[in-house]
């Protein structure tokens, strides 16, 4: 009776390790996957740009992201020589965000183009 009651202890301890670790990995997993979803062109409905009048140029763009559980989590820019890149990232959807994109762009007279994503899909040339 003595063993039956140290085994049932010693398999509940194993079952609370394993959750402890699937926890670990699983939320581990979330942070990578936050840092790394950047949303791609063909992921936003609605994509539009209108550029300013004036100079310099400004950029309004607006779209809609077209996975329901994601949301924009913050939008980045990277100049590499005369291409400028937007990086969105995304987070799964939670109070105070949405999947909404409105950003404007500022874009410095050395750029010449604007990509967006990974995929660096030209969404802008300058004429």
């Known amino acids: 009776m003595k063993n039956n009651f140290l085994i049932t202890i010693l398999y509940r301890a194993i079952f609370a390790c394993m959750l402890l670790i699937v926890g670990l990995v ?23 740009i209108v550029q300013s009048e004036k100079s310099p140029v400004r950029l309004n763009i607006t779209g809609l992201i077209f ?29 105070g965000l949405s999947g909404n994109i409105s950003y404007n762009l500022l874009v410095p007279e050395t750029v ?16």
Request: proline share 1%.
């Open 26 to 48: 699983t939320a581990e997993s979330l942070t990578a996957c936050e840092e790394t979803m950047i949303l791609e062109k063909k992921d936003i409905q609605f994509l539009n």
């Open 112 to 127: 010449r183009k604007v990509v967006l994503g990974k995929g660096q899909e030209v969404i802008w040339v300058r004429k």
């Open 67 to 95: 996975h329901s559980s994601l949301a924009v989590g913050e939008i980045k820019t990277y100049q590499l020589n005369d291409v400028l890149q937007i990086n969105i990232y995304l987070k799964p959807v939670s109070a």
